[in-house]
RNA sequence: GCCCCCAUCGUCUAGAGGCCUAGGACACCGGCUUUUCAUGCCGGCAACAGGGGUUCGAGUCCCCUUGGGGGUGCCA
């Protein structure tokens, strides 16, 4: 990047509306969006939508959904507008035929007759044959006239664009320079049969129109580069500057495919993540996941690993990205994901929780927990009590019992073997000595709960555990809970107290 | 088949010819702390794909092989 690129960098992130954000989607954004920042440039957002076919409703809202939550802005695009839209190729399509009549009438792009069928018969043939397909250039080739005729006939007509008969260059940023062979090329379609331009060609013309100064995709894209520069020359535009960046894939080396949910979920295995959505509803934060995905592909060197946004916007630099594919480590984003909520401020934590539970509860709110009306207080004190942990949703598992009603709590086989029944039942002796310790308490805070059990295990000469876990068990049905005063305090007297009895009576139900 | 790209611990990576006895992080394995699950702390294991060159010297440059990936759509 030189100096005087300043201030003119205009780079773009451009999905089609086909679901939600893809987890390699969003490490695109990202990039895009620190480049944009790092030289005072504006980030566009542009949505690809002339595949009819595969459009998805609402998806649009979906990805404009999952950016905000990962806090990463556009400056031109849906709902924040600008001087160079529409930014839907939907309502681009005048745009396209122009450009599109221009390449007709210089004789550098020609309408092509084979129904869909016949191509697919002479790709077949040549396959077969040879292993490969180029189409062949029509000798002659159809008149503007003749396209016209047959298009007016009702029959489906497209326009390939003449690839020129010499070898083209693609200077990559990471790559270096790329050079695909003359007799390598072929005269692809620019306009669809359904009068739709085609990505190429609605893709080359946008980032012309909105001065495009930088593209950075992925590297699937690479091969797409010289036909996207043969059609700029085409069309007298200027090429701008081109990264493209490694694929992320599964740990298993596999691509990273939305639909490797519906496959786990069909074996009944949980689904894996594949869309920012999922991690959002995984109880990931979103500062972990850019965080993690960031260094997926570039480093800053310097052994430096943990930074949020704007660190990163400082560190960025595209001669930092590698050339290397990468594989998604969930353990490693999950440590990072441990990191960053030890880190972050409480507020920010509340927020990123609430945000959260709305996910899960698909927008609504979660309002009643077993004391009453679920406030931001009450939330805090949950987050608190759980400490260290990993995602929010371990989080959840934690805390359930504080949200099931007493009647409903369910008794884990298990754990009331091991730390109720064994030893002859000392856990249930344990609990009915606590028990009346407890109603004698006036108080019931964490450091009243917390000298009273200490006291009753010195005088037992017996370990904490040994007190503390009947009570987990008895008030939770499990063995996993915040620590154990907090975890009765939490709940309060009340339901503590009901839920020892409860457990008690049921020990004498089974006898 | 053809074209293109890539190649350091299991994983993400540092490494711009001597700073490399190859560094960090995750995972893993030990140990400590602990009231469960976590967390925290200490220690350990672990890699330059193979083969040729170039050079006084190669993880770093070149070539080949192998392996991985992408493209080869009227998808983007």
């Keep these: 990047m030189t100096l005087q690129d300043s201030g003119n960098v205009r780079v773009r992130f451009a999905p089609s509306p086909t679901g939600y954000l893809h987890i390699g989607g969003a490490r695109t954004v990202l990039f895009n969006w620190l480049l944009a920042r790092k030289y005072g440039g504006k980030l566009i957002l542009r949505i690809e939508d002339t595949d009819r076919t595969r459009h998805v409703e609402d998806s649009v809202g979906q990805i404009l959904d999952d950016l905000r939550w990962l806090r990463l802005t556009w400056d031109e695009g849906p709902e924040a507008g600008g001087a160079f839209g529409p930014y839907y190729q939907s309502e681009r399509l005048d745009l396209y035929n122009k450009y599109l009549d221009q390449l007709l009438a210089s004789g550098e792009a020609y309408y092509a007759l084979e129904t869909p069928e016949e191509l697919g018969a002479m790709r077949a043939a040549a396959e077969k044959a040879t292993g490969g397909f180029r189409y062949p250039r029509p000798d002659p080739l159809p008149s503007i006239e003749e396209g016209l ?54 893709c080359v013309v946008d980032d012309e129109l909105m001065k495009i100064s930088h593209v950075l995709r992925g590297q699937e894209h690479l091969m797409n580069t010289p036909k996207h520069i043969a059609l700029q020359r085409a069309l007298g535009f200027s090429t701008p500057r081109y990264a493209h ?9 596999s691509k990273m495919s939305k639909r490797d949910k519906e496959k786990a979920i069909k074996k009944g295995l ?37 930074f949020d946004l704007q660190e990163m916007t400082t560190l960025f630099s595209v001669d930092r990205i590698g050339k290397t594919n990468a594989k998604f480590d969930r353990e490693k984003l999950q440590s990072f994901n441990t990191d960053w909520a030890a880190r972050l401020s409480e507020d920010r934590l509340l927020e990123a929780y609430k945000e959260y539970l709305s996910a899960n509860l698909d927008g609504g709110e979660i309002s009643e927990w077993v004391n009453g009306p679920v406030t931001d207080a009450v939330l805090r004190l949950i987050l608190r009590a759980c400490r260290g942990f990993r995602t929010f ?6 805390v359930r019992f504080l949200f099931t009603a007493d009647d409903d709590i369910v008794y884990d086989p298990k754990a009331v073997k091991k730390v109720l029944k064994k030893n002859d039942g000392a856990g249930y ?83």
């Design 270 to 306: 949980p689904p894996p993540e594949i869309d920012v959505h999922d991690f959002r509803v995984a109880g990931y934060l979103p500062e972990a996941v850019l965080n993690f995905i960031s260094l997926l592909g570039w480093s800053p060197g310097e052994d430096r690993e943990q």
């Design 149 to 202: 005729a047959v298009r007016a006939e009702g029959r489906a007509v497209v326009v390939r664009l003449k690839m020129p008969a010499a070898d083209i260059t693609v200077d990559d940023e990471i790559l270096g320079q790329v050079t695909v062979a003359a007799d390598q090329h072929e005269d692809f379609v620019i306009q669809k049969g359904d009068g739709f331009p085609t990505y190429h060609l609605a």
């Design 245 to 253: 960046l490694p694929v992320i894939f599964n740990i298993d080396g």
């Design 393 to 398: 949703r371990q989080v959840d598992a934690k």
């Design 429 to 511: 002796a344990m609990l009915e000595d606590l028990l009346n310790r407890f109603e004698a308490l006036t108080e019931w805070t964490g450091d009243v709960l917390e000298s009273l059990l200490n006291r009753v295990m010195t005088e037992k000469e017996t370990k904490l555990g040994h007190v503390a876990q009947p009570i987990r068990v008895a008030i939770t049905g499990a063995t996993i809970s915040p620590s154990i005063h907090e975890s009765l305090f939490l709940l309060g007297p009340e339901h503590s107290l009901a839920r020892i009895r409860l457990c008690l009576a049921k020990r004498e139900d089974e006898s």
